[in-house]
């Protein structure tokens, strides 16, 4: 919705929408939605005569509520998903910044949070992004939520016990020298599988490494996840192998706040997104989305790993 629409002094908020969206639903295309949804409602009550005097306070509400009810009918959806699910991956050039909505978004809302947070409900969800990912004390939680604080506060020890019961921190953001190191590795990871190097790949790899495919059935995918460092590498080294036969090419980029890459088809198709997990100097994960879904909005989406319809 152009800025005009619903004023500059809302739409000034948009970025901070987009990630608290995007945090609750793992979703960039519904993300997107929710904030217009959000804009929507605040045209139809300034039309309507309502005199809204916190503006970020009527948004974020808005937003909030709007990700809730989302939630609540896309658990059901999740609970059918082919193969594992992984989000719709947030992807930043290597070398520019990105889109203005992406401004904010928090390297805490990597892929590996994002699918932590699947385990919780959706008001779970809600109250934990909100004051874990967003810094949001109980009395702005139980706001925006529209539950007690008391109750916040449980539902926030409920969350936390439930995706980090051993108690350690789940965010753990990655400041500007670890964000080289790990771009530096990134590189060279990518390098030895193109290269076909297994030994720099596995020096590279950490002993309980995992890999994790997301298709969503209607593109060429892990069918489970792979743990063995020997099996990752030689699927990456064949993977590309098949990348360079085709005519395809990976471009560096930052997929949520970790390095990765992008593959595009010889006509610039986007064809799937690789994220890295990078800690102790070593890929702990690696998550790729194939789906045809969840690429759209980074541009046109290739065929070239799309299955066959049934």
Request: proline share 5%; net charge neutral; hydrophobic share 45%.
């Amino acid at each position: 919705m152009p800025a005009t629409a619903v004023g500059t002094d809302a739409d000034g908020y948009r970025s901070l929408l987009f990630s608290i969206a995007y945090g609750m639903t793992g979703s960039v295309g519904d993300a997107e939605d929710i904030v217009q949804d959000a804009f929507l409602g605040l045209t139809r009550a300034r039309r309507a005569g309502t005199t809204v005097e916190n503006l970020k306070a009527y948004l974020t509400t808005s937003v909030t509520r709007l990700g809730i009810n989302h939630l609540s009918s896309a658990r059901v959806r999740r609970e059918t998903y082919v193969g594992d699910w992984l989000p719709e991956p947030v992807v930043v050039s290597a070398d520019r910044p990105g889109p203005a909505e992406h401004a904010e978004l928090s390297d805490s809302l990597s892929m590996a949070f994002l699918v932590l947070l699947e385990a919780l409900s959706p008001v779970e969800r809600a109250v934990f992004v909100l004051r874990e990912v967003f810094g949001y004390g109980y009395p702005e939680v139980a706001r925006l939520t529209g539950k007690s604080e008391a109750n916040c506060r449980q539902i926030f020890a409920r969350a936390r016990k439930r995706i980090a019961p051993d108690g350690q921190p789940v965010v753990t953001p990655s400041g500007p020298v670890r964000r080289a190191e790990a771009e530096e590795l990134a590189r060279r990871f990518f390098a030895a599988a193109e290269g076909g190097d297994m030994d720099a790949l596995l020096d590279m790899l950490a002993p309980d490494v995992v890999f994790h495919g997301d298709g969503g059935g209607k593109a060429r995918a892990l069918a489970r996840s792979v743990t063995d460092p020997r099996h990752v590498a030689q699927l990456l080294v064949g993977g590309l192998r098949r990348v360079r036969m085709l005519g395809a090419s990976m471009r560096a980029a930052w997929i949520n706040g970790r390095p990765g890459a992008v593959t595009y088809d010889a006509e610039g198709r986007v064809a799937s997104v690789v994220e890295l997990d990078i800690a102790d100097g070593a890929v702990r994960a690696i998550r790729a989305v194939s789906n045809p879904d969840k690429l759209g909005h980074l541009g046109p989406v290739s065929d070239i790993g799309r299955l066959p319809q049934r």
